[in-house]
């Protein structure tokens, strides 16, 4: 297998074409596709969220040449690339070492069953209304939940996302039972508007600024924040799941725990 064929592969989950029209609808850039192509066949892929030393070091490991990330392994310009520069080290870390490396980023965010998507489903939802929508996805979504305390919304999260690392805003014995959730830093004055139109009890997203959390509550909207880690990781793994049952050749997922 190639990087063009493991691409193909992965864009039958979240196809460029949506990164794309993400990017011309909402006035945005990504960078989504191969960023480092050694041209050799992979023998073995590691699906990581983030190009990190540790995710290199982990394939390193295992001897696979091939990484798979959801952030962009290279995002702005580059005007070098060397094992010696902060920007590109770990790109030229990776060619270095034979392992070519494929990004997706938006269009995995917003794919149909992407990781916004399983971002409603590890929350409790199952179906609901967007914010963005696009010809083969969306951004942004409005879902019924069970009805229980914010409190007890908040254990049911850390457990289901597996991670300590939440901050939660509003009345405890408040009764969530509509949620609004953006993964990654999707929060802005556009996703609050639509979590206000559609009369949500509780917002989930990461990243989130001071202004954006009390213009939250001042509308009577409690707010969840999960690291922009965890609120990713989850569906990423999900779709690696699904994944490597059409990959012939050997995989691994690598979660880094310190940033869940």
Do not use: W
């Not at 850039?29 to 982990?58: H, P, Q, R």
């Not at 409005?142 to 009805?147: A, E, I, T």
């Not at 989930?204 to 707010?223: E, N």
Request: with cysteine; charged share 25%; net charge negative.
């Amino acid at each position: 297998m190639k990087s063009s064929e493991l691409l193909a592969l992965l864009e039958c989950i979240g196809p460029l074409s949506i990164s794309k029209e993400f990017c011309a609808k909402c006035n945005c850039y990504d960078n989504s596709g191969i960023m480092a192509d050694t041209g050799e066949s992979i023998n073995g892929v590691l699906f990581s969220l983030d190009l990190s030393e540790k995710s290199i070091a982990k394939a390193k490991e295992l001897g696979f040449n091939a990484i798979v990330t959801h952030h962009p392994a290279i995002f702005g310009s580059l005007s070098t690339v060397s094992v010696n520069d902060v920007k590109s080290s770990l790109i030229a870390d990776c060619l270095k070492n034979g392992i070519c490396v494929i990004s997706m980023h938006l269009n995995f965010d917003a794919a149909p069953e992407g990781i916004d998507y399983y971002l409603m489903n590890g929350l409790g939802g199952d179906a609901g209304k967007t914010m963005i929508k696009l010809e083969d996805g969306a951004y942004g979504r409005v879902f019924d939940v069970k009805p229980r305390k914010l409190r007890d919304y908040t254990e049911f999260s850390k457990k289901k996302f597996n991670t300590e690392r939440i901050i939660c805003y509003g009345d405890g014995d408040k009764k969530i039972a509509r949620v609004a959730s953006f993964c990654g830093a999707g929060c802005d004055d556009e996703a609050i508007d639509f979590a206000a139109s559609e009369e949500v009890d509780l917002f989930v997203s990461s990243d989130m600024k001071h202004h954006q959390i009390t213009s939250l509550l001042s509308r009577g909207i409690s707010v969840l924040i999960l690291t922009h880690y965890a609120s990713e990781n989850y569906g990423f793994n999900k779709i690696y799941e699904k994944l490597i049952e059409e990959l012939n050749i050997p995989t691994a997922y690598f979660c880094d725990e310190s940033l869940l």
